[in-house]
C-alpha cells in the first residue's frame, strides 16, 4: 500500500470518528455508513510505477547556447593567460584566478552590458548597487581581474612592423575556440 492510500484511509477514519463522536443521531449513522462504503471502494494506485519519464528537452535555451559556444576551453584559455601575465609583470604578486572567479567575472560583464552606467564602479557604489553583480565579486577583484585579462602570451607577440602583424592577434585563441565551436552547432530548420 503507497502513501497516498494510507492517507486516504486516515483520512477517512478520522471523519469517521467525529461523525460518530458529535452524536448518534441517524443522520450521522448514515455518513458512517457512506464512509464505509466509500472505504472500501478505494483503490490502490501504485504511481511509482505508472509515472511517464521526465519529458525531453529537444530546443536548447540561450544558457545552452552560450556554455556551447563559450565552453571550458575559452574559460581555461581566460584563466591561464591573466594568471601568467601577472606572474611576467611581477614575479612576487601573482593574482590566482580560478576557473569558477573567471565565469562570474564573464557573468559581470554580461550584466553590465544590460544596465547602462557610465562607469563600471558604480555597480557596486552604495547609491547605484547592482545586488547581483556586487553580491558575486567584489568591486577591487572584478578591476584587478580586468586589468591582468589576455587571451594571448605576451612574450611570444609579434612585431607591429612586420609585414603579417594581425591586429587581432591578442584575442585569436579566443576567436578560435568560439570559432570552432560555431561550426559545430548544427542548423536548425526556424
Do not use: C
Amino acid at each position: 500500500m503507497n502513501n497516498v492510500t494510507l492517507a486516504l484511509r486516515n483520512e477517512l477514519n478520522m471523519s469517521k470518528k467525529s461523525l460518530t463522536s458529535e452524536s448518534n443521531s441517524g443522520e450521522s449513522d448514515s455518513a458512517a455508513n457512506d464512509i464505509e462504503e466509500s472505504e472500501e471502494k478505494i483503490e490502490t494506485v501504485d504511481f511509482v510505477d505508472n509515472m511517464p519519464p521526465p519529458p525531453i528537452r529537444d530546443e536548447l535555451q540561450p544558457i545552452d547556447y552560450f556554455y556551447f559556444l563559450f565552453g571550458k576551453r575559452s574559460t581555461t584559455l581566460l584563466t591561464n593567460q591573466p594568471n601568467l601575465y601577472a606572474v611576467q609583470k611581477n614575479p612576487n604578486k601573482p593574482i590566482r584566478i580560478s576557473e569558477t572567479e573567471m565565469e562570474h567575472f564573464i557573468g559581470i560583464l554580461l550584466m553590465t552590458g544590460i544596465y547602462s552606467f557610465p562607469k563600471q564602479r558604480y555597480f557596486w557604489s552604495s547609491d547605484t548597487r547592482v545586488e547581483s553583480i556586487s553580491s558575486v565579486m567584489s568591486r577591487d577583484r572584478f578591476l584587478e581581474i580586468k586589468k591582468y585579462l589576455r587571451a594571448t602570451d605576451n612574450s611570444v607577440q609579434s612585431n607591429r612592423t612586420d609585414i603579417n602583424f594581425d591586429r587581432a592577434n591578442k584575442v585569436h585563441p579566443l576567436l578560435n575556440i568560439v570559432k570552432e565551436n560555431f561550426r559545430k552547432i548544427s542548423k536548425e530548420e526556424k
